[in-house]
């Protein structure tokens, strides 16, 4: 794929009315700068990954997480208030070594080709709070899974399966209406052509929209997206303010003498223009809505849940090898922690690269469904002309090698879907 980005310098003739030279060199170099990152940032992981287990990083972290709650009065019998530490040891050391990375990203990678609007104080305020608020999620819900994996005797497996579906749910309920306006500004759309038609649409597929926000994603990136989220009768709908033309910060210019929150991020008018039209947005979104009439949701977490649950059972069948702990340095004691680490970190590496795979396959073929579904609804055009837009936004490359696509890419590549939605734009 890296060969692709250097050596495909001119624009196909298959792209040539779609993509501009300038924005084709644009996305070729940006993407070849994030390649690059990529590269390192994940050989750095493996170094690191593989010296923690050659030199006893889990054992020595555990004995550690020991002494300190033994000086707070907890003994080795409380296993579960020491696996707490170590895990909140843990993932202070995992953000530490990993922030030198995302500085990396966001203030060279990201800066040096326009998408990033965050300043230093505003990206350090962002990362305390999502390592807080991780933490507050995280723990207690460990330790209620630590609990029950100890008293739920030979179908333990089956409690703590029930559990994580719980827990999953309920933060998927949750997080647009408590955990993510932590982090960013929703506001409702304003009454207008586009909220009516986007509630027209809805209406005409029995979709049971409730709310329609925007977020105002400007404040961090230039990236742009739209989603859904809500179970049963209670569907709400979040657009980005950067995929939306007349909604997009960086498609305005600051009012005179303007600071104030608009302090902590940029403007970056070199962006401009950057969204979508409303008939664009209401084509996107009926991809979005297709994902949820055509079930994709659902099958997805019927998926992840069956999953889940033949993960739980082999964990059930393994976490009893002593042999297991022994080869991670643990021969006297077999903490349940660490048994869910090992099984599920290590052990289950290769099942999951496999699982993953199939997963992708999986995602681009909804894609396409979607993307047939927004063309049943008369969307094929806007969304033909949308696609393309986000693509020139998000620098995107559209020359991708078969295999890296294949492996890597959750979307089918832009000409495939171009080429999927051309006969009906055409009709």
């Not at 990529?38 to 550690?64: A, D, Q």
């Not at 998408?115 to 991780?134: H, M, R, S, Y």
């Not at 977020?215 to 939306?244: C, P, Q, W």
Request: a neutral charge; charged letters at 20%; aromatic letters at 14%.
């Amino acid at each position: 794929q890296r060969r692709v980005y250097r050596t495909t310098t001119h624009v196909p003739q298959e792209l040539g009315q779609i993509m501009d030279s300038e924005t084709f060199e644009k996305s070729r170099l940006y993407q070849l700068d994030k390649s690059t990152f990529s590269f390192w940032s994940g050989l750095y992981s493996e170094v690191e990954g593989t010296m923690i287990l050659l030199c006893g990083g889990i054992p020595f972290l555990w004995k550690l997480s020991g002494e300190i709650s033994g000086r707070a009065g907890f003994g080795p019998e409380y296993e579960i208030v020491q696996s707490l530490v170590f895990l909140l040891l843990a993932t202070l050391f995992s953000a530490m070594t990993g922030l030198p990375w995302s500085l990396y990203n966001t203030f060279v990678i990201e800066e040096k080709h326009g998408f990033n609007q965050q300043t230093l104080g505003f990206f350090f305020k962002d990362a305390i709070k999502k390592f807080v608020v991780t933490q507050c999620i995280l723990l207690p819900v460990t330790s209620l899974l630590l609990y029950i994996i100890k008293i739920g005797g030979d179908y333990f497996f089956i409690y703590a399966w029930l559990f994580t579906l719980v827990v999953s749910l309920v933060l998927v309920t949750i997080y647009a209406d408590y955990i993510a306006p932590l982090f960013d500004k929703f506001i409702p759309l304003p009454e207008g052509e586009l909220k009516q038609q986007i509630e027209t649409m809805a209406k005409s597929i029995d979709f049971p929209l409730t709310k329609v926000y925007v977020v105002e994603g400007s404040k961090r990136s230039s990236h742009s997206n739209a989603y859904f989220y809500g179970f049963f009768k209670n569907k709400r709908i979040v657009l980005f303010d950067t995929l939306l033309e007349d909604y997009s910060a960086l498609n305005k210019e600051p009012a005179e003498g303007e600071d104030g929150e608009n302090a902590e991020t940029k403007s970056k008018t070199k962006n401009k223009k950057q969204g979508c039209k409303n008939e664009e947005v209401l084509a996107v979104l009926g991809h979005e809505l297709g994902h949820w009439k055509l079930g994709h949701t659902v099958k997805n977490i019927i998926i992840s849940q069956m999953n889940s649950f033949l993960c739980f059972f082999l964990f059930a069948v393994l976490i009893g090898q002593k042999e297991l702990f022994a080869a991670f340095g643990f021969y006297d004691t077999q903490p349940t922690l660490i048994g869910l680490m090992i099984i599920f970190q290590f052990i289950f590496s290769p099942y999951n690269e496999v699982l993953s795979f199939c997963l992708t396959v999986l995602s681009r073929r909804f894609e396409f469904q979607a993307d047939a579904f927004a063309k049943e609804l008369g969307k094929a055009k806007d969304l033909y002309s949308a696609l393309i837009k986000l693509n020139k936004d998000n620098l995107g490359f559209p020359v991708s090698d078969w295999i890296f696509s294949m492996w890597h890419y959750s979307h089918p590549p832009l000409l495939e879907r171009l080429q999927a939605l051309k006969d009906a734009k055409q009709e």
